[in-house]
């Protein structure tokens, strides 16, 4: 099986704030993409990594991506979605059986996510396995007062990478409707069949401010030093 991991980094990172997008971060001195990356590599599964940028910011992911020996980048589009199926696209010539497609902002996935992943596309009636954790706090839906309890039972909260067969996923890709926030909206969509696997705290995904400190804690010294 060849595994190919596409790692979505076109985003502004609005949100983050900050003097360049926040994939191009240095966290522990390390761009957050860097960190990403090489989170990777050092996952024995994964064959071919691709990273799918905004142009604009080919500088930035040069100095990234520094010694890491990676195919080029892949360029991407004005939504996540564009920027995942521009990096869909761009496999199909040579297309990989497996494809993990993953946020350049969840860079400290551990090793046991990966694995379960895997693991459950070893089943073939899976067309795909994301991971996720169990809602644990309440839900209330409300807007200046709370008027309504919702039912956390059976709610997940979605992570990546999101591990699909490729030809399911470039064709649920083709056939999508825009506004999909992630692979698992487009895959449900098509009618795909995706497993649940075991998410982990340790793939947050930096998003506000405050993200880059908790970021910091996530370093492993021995990784980074490649
Ligand atoms: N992404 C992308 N192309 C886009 C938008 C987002 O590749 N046009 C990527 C981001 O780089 C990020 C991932 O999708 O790794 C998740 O998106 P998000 O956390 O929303 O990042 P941004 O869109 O960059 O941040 P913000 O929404 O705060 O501007
Ligand atoms: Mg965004």
Same mark, same amino acid.
Request: avoid cysteine; charged fraction near 20%; hydrophobic fraction near 50%.
């Given at each position: 099986?060849?595994?190919?991991?596409?790692?979505?980094?076109?985003?502004?990172?609005?949100?983050?704030?900050?003097?360049?997008?926040?994939?191009?971060?240095?966290?522990?001195?390390?761009?957050?993409?860097?960190?990403?990356?090489?989170?990777?590599?050092?996952?024995?599964?994964?064959?071919?990594?691709?990273?799918?940028?905004?142009?604009?910011?080919?500088?930035?992911?040069?100095?990234?991506?520094?010694?890491?020996?990676?195919?080029?980048?892949?360029?991407?589009?004005?939504?996540?979605?564009?920027?995942?199926?521009?990096?869909?696209?761009?496999?199909?010539?040579?297309? %990989?059986? =497996? &494809?993990?497609? /993953?946020? *350049? $902002?969840? #860079?400290?996935?551990? +090793?046991?996510?990966?694995? @379960?992943?895997? !693991?459950?596309?070893?089943?073939?009636?899976?067309?795909?396995?994301?991971?996720?954790?169990?809602?644990?706090?309440?839900?209330?839906?409300?807007?200046?007062?709370?008027?309504?309890?919702?039912?956390?039972?059976?709610?997940?909260?979605?992570?990546?990478?999101?591990?699909?067969?490729? %030809?399911? =996923? &470039?064709?649920? /890709?083709? *056939? $999508?409707? #825009?506004?999909?926030? +992630?692979?698992?909206?487009? @895959?449900?969509? !098509?009618?795909?069949?995706?497993?649940?696997?075991?998410?982990?705290?340790?793939?947050?995904?930096?998003?506000?401010?405050?993200?880059?400190?908790?970021?910091?804690?996530?370093?492993?010294?021995?990784?980074?030093?490649?």
């Amino acid at each position: 099986m060849t595994v190919t991991a596409l790692i979505v980094a076109a985003g502004k990172g609005l949100r983050a704030g900050g003097e360049v997008p926040k994939q191009y971060q240095h966290v522990g001195g390390v761009m957050l993409l860097r960190h990403a990356v090489l989170r990777l590599q050092a996952h024995g599964g994964v064959d071919t990594i691709r990273v799918v940028i905004n142009p604009a910011d080919r500088d930035l992911y040069d100095a990234a991506v520094a010694g890491l020996a990676l195919a080029a980048p892949i360029a991407g589009g004005d939504t996540r979605q564009a920027s995942a199926r521009a990096g869909l696209e761009a496999l199909a010539a040579d297309p %990989p059986d =497996l &494809v993990l497609v /993953h946020d *350049a $902002a969840r #860079a400290f996935v551990p +090793d046991a996510v990966l694995d @379960a992943l895997l !693991a459950a596309l070893g089943d073939p009636a899976n067309d795909g396995a994301v991971p996720a954790l169990a809602v644990t706090d309440s839900l209330r839906r409300g807007t200046d007062h709370y008027d309504a309890a919702v039912d956390r039972d059976g709610l997940w909260r979605v992570q990546t990478p999101q591990a699909f067969r490729y %030809p399911a =996923l &470039v064709a649920a /890709h083709r *056939a $999508a409707a #825009a506004g999909a926030t +992630d692979e698992l909206a487009i @895959a449900m969509a !098509a009618g795909l069949r995706v497993a649940i696997t075991p998410g982990d705290e340790r793939a947050f995904k930096v998003t506000e401010p405050a993200d880059f400190a908790k970021a910091t804690a996530m370093v492993t010294p021995a990784l980074t030093s490649r």
